[in-house]
């Protein structure tokens, strides 16, 4: 458990550095700013890609949904642990940019103020990351006692939209969300987080209650109540965060001229303010 662990401390943190500098090699017009926040999704999307694709093994290996093990279950959330704790620091070295690309140089010795500007703006994220280390791993590593594989794989493939909202990100960090590319990815987002984040739950429900042979509706009232409650925490903010999708996908393919496109570069970040607070939560994340 400690290997894994320490090989995640090492691999997320090291692939940020890595980006960074090669970003700053290849590219040498770009600012330290560019390549902090470009490396930083690079790191939440193949966190993600590495997620769905262990949650998708997990989940397609368990015929049996309750008893069936997969080693990948056990070992990909040890290893995602510290991917939590170094994108809260990610987040907050991509706040710090953002605040002096605002017109804030003045202030930018003024660590406190940055810091509760930061924890004013994503205090869900980190909440989420948060409850995501000291809650969701002790529980799915050492409570649940070798059972239930399957429902922790499928939640590890809600990851699936996350490099699309990264994608989105850097498209509007560079002034390209009036391109097709920036409408594509985002129906693209829209679709992937509503069936991985969303459609999620129902359908774990749905597929205990095929084993159990009961109807879905029936299903939360036949489970210890503990875990509807836990469904339900994990799931209000999926459903706020989709709203906002929603929200900023309908003033995108809405837009009808250029005054909306010149208010949107003038903001900087009309949609990034909405697509910031989905970044990859882990394994629900």
């Known amino acids: 458990m400690v290997n894994v662990w320490v090989a995640g401390s090492i691999f997320f943190p090291g692939l940020f550095l890595l980006s960074k500098k090669c970003l700053r090699l290849l590219l040498v017009q770009w600012q330290e700013a560019d390549a902090v926040i ?21 989940a397609t290996s368990c015929r049996d949904i309750i008893n ?7 070992a ?4 995602a642990v510290p991917y939590f ?5 990610a987040m907050f070295l991509c706040h710090r940019y953002k605040y002096k690309v605002k017109g804030h140089e003045n202030q930018s010795c003024n660590v406190l103020a940055i810091t509760r500007c930061f924890l004013y703006k994503e205090f869900l994220m980190v909440l989420h990351h948060v409850f995501m280390v000291v809650v969701c791993f002790p529980m799915s590593v050492f ?9 922790l794989g499928c939640m590890l493939m809600a990851e699936l939209s996350t490099p699309f909202v990264c994608l ?6 560079y002034k390209k969300q009036h391109t097709l590319l920036h409408k594509v990815n985002g129906l693209l987002m829209l679709i992937t987080f509503f069936a991985c984040r969303i459609l999620l739950f129902p359908y774990m429900y749905w597929v205990y209650g095929q084993r159990a042979g009961l109807p879905l509706h029936q299903v939360p009232f036949s489970i210890p109540p503990e875990y509807t ?38 903001n900087g970040h009309a949609m990034d303010s909405h697509q910031d607070q989905v970044q990859g939560p882990g394994p629900i994340d």
């Open 85 to 89: 704790i170094y994108d809260i620091f």
């Open 229 to 266: 409650l836990g469904s339900a925490v994990l799931m209000a903010p999926q459903i706020y965060w989709f709203s906002l999708i929603c929200r900023g996908a309908y003033k995108l393919f809405r837009r009808p001229g250029a005054k909306e496109n010149q208010q949107a570069v003038k």
């Open 38 to 58: 470009v490396s930083a999704r690079l790191v939440s999307s193949v966190q993600a890609v590495l997620a769905s694709a262990a949650g998708y093994i997990v």
């Open 68 to 74: 069936d093990q997969h080693w990948l279950t056990a």
């Open 168 to 173: 989105g990100k850097i498209l509007i960090q």
């Open 143 to 151: 409570w649940r006692q070798g059972k239930g594989d399957f429902f």
């Open 76 to 79: 990909y959330t040890q290893f």
